[in-house]
């Protein structure tokens, strides 16, 4: 049981790029018979976070403190750079109150991606440092998303911000909180004699997150205008700047070692789209959860791209870990 279900858990995480898509297109085109488990939503995307927080320890973030220009530098990148590049791009195509235009704000804002975890491990960056900025990134975005939305729209958004910041503490920092304290009250242990259940139930719980959150989104992609096709050229260029500028970004540290430089291109380029697309149906217009749900679909290719680059252009010398 337990070398079959992490092989499972292997071969997701390989052709992930593959099955996320797949999961997005079968609940749109199979939404009414989804749409009855939306309301589990949340607890299943909890239980993801708690997984991934169960390889980070408090000593992982005690370094993150002890040598903060990388995580500084990366959460600038991607929480005041990309969002400003966002706002730009979508004011130019859609106009400065479009709800494409929050979408695109929208997916640069929400916390740095779960599963750029396995692609810097895939490419010999550093798993322990990219671990430890999801934790804490994640633990901060109760603070972030409400803030920066409000910084960047105001009065031209109406939503409840404290129900926000209690989602996102529900359904992000707890289970970030737990999973924290599991790791150090078992040294780390726990992670390993769980995994055979833990690992692929967080697989599919991953890929159900986002199905779910297709069926509850189809109704109204089904009503879209040609303006889509511009949104689509809009995500594709906005998702590729944030892997470059992640990767350029990495030099404004001295010396910095090809695992950070390879560490920050994957954290500024991939975002947490299925908590993305939680917030935007919850809290959003449909048509602002349209950019999240193109990002799904685009953010991993994109990655298995950005991998093939980096291993012909910089390749690693030996595994750096």
């Not at 409000?150 to 737990?178: N, Q, S, W, Y």
Request: with cysteine; proline share 6%.
């Amino acid at each position: 049981m337990g070398s079959w279900s992490l092989r499972f858990a292997t071969w997701f995480e390989k052709y992930m790029y593959i099955i996320i898509p797949f999961s997005l297109i079968i609940g749109m085109v199979f939404s009414e018979l989804f749409l009855p488990f939306i309301s589990l939503v949340p607890y299943l995307f909890g239980f993801v976070t708690f997984v991934m927080a169960l390889g980070c320890g408090l000593g992982h973030l005690k370094n993150v403190v002890l040598k903060p220009a990388p995580v500084l530098i990366t959460l600038l990148l991607a929480h005041v750079l990309t969002p400003l590049i966002a706002y730009a791009l979508g004011a130019t195509l859609f106009g400065t109150g479009s709800d494409y235009t929050v979408g695109l704000v929208l997916f640069t804002i929400i916390p740095l991606g779960v599963s750029s975890v396995l692609w810097v491990g895939m490419s010999y960056g550093s798993v322990p440092l990219m671990l430890a900025m999801v934790v804490l990134d994640s633990a901060l975005s109760p603070l972030v998303v409400p803030g920066l939305i409000e910084l960047f729209f105001g009065a031209d958004i109406k939503f409840d911000t404290a129900r926000l910041m209690e989602d996102l503490l529900l359904i992000i920092v707890v289970p970030t909180v737990l999973g924290v304290g599991i790791y150090e009250i078992s040294k780390g242990e726990f992670k390993a004699w769980s995994a055979p259940v833990t690992l692929p139930l967080s697989k599919i719980f991953f890929a159900a997150v986002v199905l779910l959150n297709a069926a509850a989104i189809a109704p109204h992609m089904r009503t879209l205008k040609a303006d889509v096709v511009l949104a689509t050229i809009a995500v594709v260029l906005l998702v590729a700047m944030c892997y470059g500028i992640g990767f350029v970004g990495s030099y404004l540290i001295r010396n910095v070692s090809r695992e950070i430089s390879i560490t920050m291109s994957y954290a500024t380029g991939m975002r947490n789209i299925s908590l993305g697309l939680v917030l935007a149906m919850g809290y959003f217009s449909p048509q602002a959860a349209i950019p999240v749900v193109l990002g799904i679909m685009i953010q991993q290719p994109i990655a298995t791209l950005h991998h093939a680059l980096l291993q012909r252009f910089f390749p690693a010398q030996r595994r750096e870990m």
